[in-house]
């Protein structure tokens, strides 16, 4: 800054001040109602929403655990049935949860299995056509 030497340079650097305070006061309101407004408990679900449908490692994570939950349900359910016999609900409960972490660990093998399992198949059923 430089120096004041008079009245009139003084109240022109004041009026200059506070123009800038305004401004700066303008811009703080601004950034307020922003950070405000993205925590709002909508924008932060749907944010998060959006994150978790583009992160294709998360989907696939979520998948495996849905299909070795439901793996291990239905095993429980083939397996037992719906014994009232506390030993054989024990029983089921074990191999329900064992089941479910072994296929939720091992996912992407099993998807990878399936997947050729089910190539082989129809490329079979394609050449046996074509003869």
Known sequence: MQNISSISELKDAIHL?????????KLLKEQIYLVYDSFQPARLLSGTLSQIVSSPYLIDNILGTAIGLASGYLSKRIIIGYSGNKLRRLI????????????????????????????????????????
């Open 17 to 25: 001040l506070e123009a800038e305070q305004a401004e700066k006061g």
């Open 92 to 131: 089921g409960t074990a191999l329900q949860f064992g089941i479910t972490n072994v296929i939720a660990q091992n996912s992407d093998k099993i998807k990878s299995f399936g997947q050729s399992f089910f190539q082989n198949i129809f490329r079979k059923k394609i050449i046996s056509k074509g003869q």
